[in-house]
């Protein structure tokens, strides 16, 4: 079966700093990855979904990059995080292009103080 | 643009009532609907789905209602429960090639009093 792992689970990060959140997906290959952002009490924003190793769409102009070195890893930073980025990370797969179900991580929640 | 538009935005229902959240999509090549649950602090997991070829599916108290001529689809959650309280999100796909992306509805944050 297919599992998602995502860490870290909660971080506090002052302003500044950088940050860097991966995501790992057993069981499958080449699967499509996606990062998505929910504010507090709002919906999802896609930030970055991914088709194959190092290739990468982003979907919202930010100061967060999205990296995927292995075929089932990826990776979420920053540089330099701004309070603004505080939210509940969440990373998710999908079996390519032909698959219809995404399945989600247990998300990471950040901080920035 | 927002490609599923989903409604209302929260929604206070009695314990034992009948919980209804609507979602519309204009695109006509998606063909598959399914609905999300999210507790607090959880990532969203699949609840319920339905292909456009059928009018209504229906898992225990949870049933989708799917409409193709009007483009829109309906989650019901029967004898709704204090349990069921979390937020639900819409969602829409289509199987292709270039099928990479997912489109959410912006959710709605069900609460059933006890």
């Known amino acids: 079966s297919q599992t998602i792992h995502q860490w870290p689970a909660t971080l506090v990060q002052p302003v500044g700093s950088p940050l860097s959140l991966e995501c790992t997906v057993e069981?499958?290959?080449?699967?499509?990855l996606y990062w998505y952002r929910q504010a507090a009490g709002r919906g999802l924003q896609l930030l970055f979904y991914?088709?194959?190793?190092?290739?990468i769409s982003s979907e919202v102009p930010q100061n967060l990059s999205a990296s995927r070195p292995q075929d089932r890893q990826f990776i979420l930073s920053s540089k330099k995080l701004l309070l603004s980025d505080s939210g509940f990370y969440l990373c998710?797969?999908?079996?390519?292009?032909?698959?219809?179900?995404?399945?989600f991580g247990e998300g990471s929640w950040l901080t920035v103080v | 643009q927002q490609q599923v538009k989903q409604s209302p935005q929260s929604l206070i229902v009695q314990k034992g009532g009948i919980s209804i959240i609507n979602c519309a999509y204009e695109?006509?090549?998606?063909?598959?609907f399914p609905w999300y649950q999210q507790f607090p602090g959880k990532g969203p997991a699949l609840l319920i789905a339905?292909?456009?070829?059928?009018s209504e599916k229906k898992e225990g108290r949870f049933t989708i209602s799917f409409n193709k001529s009007a483009k829109q689809f309906s989650l019901h959650i029967m004898d709704s429960q204090p349990g069921d309280s979390a937020t639900y999100f819409c969602?829409?796909?289509?199987?292709?090639?270039?099928?990479?992306?997912?489109?959410f509805g912006t959710g709605t944050s069900l609460t059933v009093i006890p």
């Open positions: 998710a797969w999908k079996r390519g292009p032909l698959g219809n179900t995404i399945y």
């Open positions: 069981g499958t290959s080449n699967p499509n």
């Open positions: 991914s088709i194959g190793i190092d290739q």
């Open positions: 695109n006509t090549a998606f063909d598959y």
């Open positions: 339905i292909r456009p070829d059928v």
């Open positions: 969602a829409a796909n289509f199987v292709a090639p270039t099928g990479n992306q997912f489109y």
